[in-house]
């Protein structure tokens, strides 16, 4: 899987992607396309190298590394309530991992999304 990850940052998520392999390519764009389909009004930008959306802070971030794909979803109880969803995939703290012949399904990405949204919606809600 050639990730280009040791070049520099790239300035915007097309960028990230057409740096992808094409099979890594298709699975961070169907990736991309559920996060924008849940959070439309989400910001999309590149913070700390990778793809990152932020809705009232950080909401969820993608990367490609030489192994496997990883959907960052900055929230350990959003990923512990979708634990029996997950089951079959690599967790690690806040991280999924998936596989370009694995990927994780549109509808629980979307679900993931709007989970976190809720989350930083009351965060912000309660300071």
Sequence with gaps: MNTKQNSPSYPTVDDYLDALTQ???????NLRQAIIAAAPQAQELISY???TYKYHGALVHFQAHPQH??????SKAVVD?????LKGYKVSGTTIHFTPE???PKELVMKIVR??????EFSVKNR
């Excluded at 309530?81 to 969803?85: A, D, G, M, R, V």
């Excluded at 989970?115 to 930083?120: D, G, H, I, P, Y």
């Design 115 to 120: 989970a976190r949204m809720t989350e930083n």
């Design 69 to 74: 794909c990883s959907f960052i979803t900055a």
């Design 102 to 104: 694995k990927p994780l």
């Design 81 to 85: 309530s979708f634990k029996l969803e």
């Design 23 to 29: 099979e890594v390519k298709y699975a961070m764009q």
């Design 49 to 51: 190298r990778i793809p």
